[in-house]
């Protein structure tokens, strides 16, 4: 990034609200403050945070259900949660979510931001597929190791998304409607060129073709459906943002 991070810090412990504020804008961040789920939710509405840091215990809407409000609006969205009590059951909902990270008060500053900036600085990986199961299956199978992940329907709007946040993975099914998955590749390595990509299909001897460009063009390796939504995840932790030879996956 070529600026500090925007922070949006939510916390209904006044003090601590504005300790937190002081010290971040001290170290170069743009911060804004609620102190509320609620507020918080409105200036989500009104800003693109780089980072969210927000407690969970909360009065009226507790920091989960903030939460959940501001991935509806931006899926993508960096979020941390904090907390000082031992809200198991909230703790684990906000993990099963895809909350980025549930950190423990009190906190050491250093470690803080040292969070506030990985979490800044990280990509989303984007799944491409008008199968809206297959979509919600790989997303969860990725926000469970930690990963942002940003879904899309249709190739347009794969680039609609592309266009608005850059992505450093892309999964990608080959037969979609209206711009396949090739063209979609294509078009979001225009925008990306350095997005590492891997395309799915159910159709092996169909899609030959257009499997054999996508590898000209330098996708990754191919998935071929049905297939174990936990090994996708484990190859994105393999690849990592290094390509490497286009191979089969079963």
């Keep these: 990034m070529t600026h500090e991070p925007t922070v949006l810090i939510v916390d209904d412990n006044e003090d601590l609200l504005e300790t937190f504020a002081m010290i971040l804008k001290r170290r170069g961040f743009c911060v804004e403050t609620a102190k509320n789920g609620a507020s918080a939710v409105d200036k989500f509405k009104e800003h693109d945070f780089d980072v969210t840091l927000m407690d969970i215990v909360m009065p009226e809407m507790n920091g989960v259900e903030a939460f959940r409000k501001m991935r509806e609006m931006h899926p993508g969205a960096s979020i941390i949660l904090m907390t000082a009590y031992s809200e198991e059951e909230l703790i684990q909902t906000a993990r099963d979510e895809g909350a980025q990270h549930v950190i423990h008060k009190p906190i050491r500053i250093d470690r803080l931001i040292e969070l506030i900036k990985e979490a800044a600085a990280s990509q989303p990986i984007l799944i491409v597929d008008d199968d809206a199961d297959i979509c919600q299956t790989l997303t969860r199978a990725l926000q469970l190791q930690g990963y942002q992940v940003l879904a899309a329907g249709s190739g347009e709007e794969a680039l609609l998304i592309a266009r608005g946040k850059a992505c450093q993975m892309a999964f990608i099914d080959v037969k979609l409607p209206n711009i396949d998955g090739l063209e979609t590749f294509l078009r979001l390595k225009e925008i990306n060129p350095g997005i590492i990509t891997i395309m799915m299909t159910g159709f092996r001897n169909e899609v030959k073709d257009a499997l054999e460009k ?27 943002k290094r390509p490497g030879a286009f191979r089969e996956h079963r």
């Design 214 to 240: 996508a590898q000209a063009a330098s996708a990754i390796t191919c998935l071929y459906k049905p297939f174990d939504p936990a090994r996708a995840a484990e190859l994105v932790k393999q690849i990592g």
